[in-house]
């Protein structure tokens, strides 16, 4: 059974930086792709980056690329997303979510979603 948990949420300052990370309890982490959303209040939720299985390959969206990095450990069932120059825009609840996809973006190619970790980015 999957279970995704995100953690490293928090309030930074813009310009800041935070390292939010997603940890997968159950045992097949490495044959999944992996993603992260966010999600505003009123809007909908949207892609930020996604990982292949191995790491080998990233997508990122354009509004977060050069400053965003997301990579995975699979022995440690976990995949990271640090975020760097931090802009009140990218203040959301940022979710992490699996796919048995190659390298997907969007929603519905996403079967499984952890709870979410606010993020809140004063200016």
């Known amino acids: 059974q999957v279970q995704l948990l995100e953690s490293g949420g928090g309030l930074v300052q813009a310009g800041g930086s935070l390292r939010l990370s997603c940890t997968d309890s159950?045992?097949?982490?490495?044959?999944?792709?992996m993603g992260w959303f966010r999600q505003a209040p009123g809007k909908d939720r949207e892609f930020v980056a996604s990982?292949?299985?191995?790491?080998?390959?990233?997508l990122y969206a354009p509004s977060v690329k050069g400053r965003f990095t997301i990579s995975r450990d699979n022995a440690k069932n976990t995949v990271l997303l640090q975020m760097s120059d931090l802009k009140p825009e990218d203040t959301s609840v940022y979710y992490c979510a699996l796919s048995w996809g190659s390298l997907p973006t969007v929603v519905d190619a996403f079967s499984s979603w952890g709870p979410g970790t606010r993020v809140t980015v004063s200016s």
């Open positions: 159950g045992r097949s982490f490495a044959t999944y792709a």
């Open positions: 990982i292949s299985r191995s790491g080998d390959s990233t």
